[in-house]
C-alpha cells in the first residue's frame, strides 16, 4: 500500500483449504514515515465452512498493537450467534458497550464476509 507513491503498508494473506474447511490468516504493518503518525501491526485469522455458496464461520480472531497499545479479540460461533471468547483490554477497561443479543446473530467475521461477498448470493 503506497500514500503519494511512498510505501506506507504492507499486508499479506494465506489460505488454506481442504475440502469445505477453511483458515485464512491475515498480516498487516505500517511502516516508513506512516509509523511516524500511526504505527499499526494487524495479525487476524477465520475458519469456518464453504459450501452451498454460502460461507460459515467457526471463529476469528486478531491481535492488534496500535502505537504500542496491544489488543485481542477471539470469537466463536455457536450455530449463527457469535460469541466473544476473549476480549484485551475489556470491554469494562474500556467502558465500551456490549453488542446486543439480537446483533449477534447471523453475524459474520470482517473476512469471512469479504469470501461471502467474493461467492455472491447463497445458492438457493
Given amino acids: 500500500l503506497s500514500v ?3 510505501g506506507a ?3 499479506h494473506v494465506v489460505s488454506q483449504f481442504n475440502g469445505s474447511s477453511f483458515r485464512v490468516d491475515v498480516y498487516g504493518q505500517t511502516y516508513g514515515a506512516v509509523d511516524l503518525i500511526e504505527s499499526l501491526i494487524v495479525r ?3 475458519t469456518g ?3 452451498a455458496g454460502d ?3 467457526t471463529a476469528f480472531g486478531t491481535d492488534n498493537t496500535l502505537n504500542g497499545d496491544q489488543r485481542r479479540t477471539r470469537v466463536s460461533w455457536r450455530g449463527s450467534e457469535g ?3 476473549e476480549v484485551v483490554p475489556s470491554l469494562l477497561d474500556e467502558q465500551r458497550s456490549l453488542i446486543p443479543d ?3 446473530m447471523g453475524a459474520v467475521d470482517p473476512i469471512s464476509a469479504l469470501m461471502r461477498f467474493a461467492l455472491g448470493p ?3
Fill in 4 to 6: 503519494a507513491g511512498l
Fill in 9 to 11: 503498508a504492507e499486508f
Fill in 44 to 46: 487476524a485469522f477465520s
Fill in 49 to 51: 465452512q464453504v459450501g
Fill in 55 to 57: 460461507v460459515t464461520p
Fill in 83 to 85: 460469541l466473544a471468547v
Fill in 102 to 104: 439480537d446483533a449477534r
Fill in 122 to 124: 447463497p445458492s438457493q
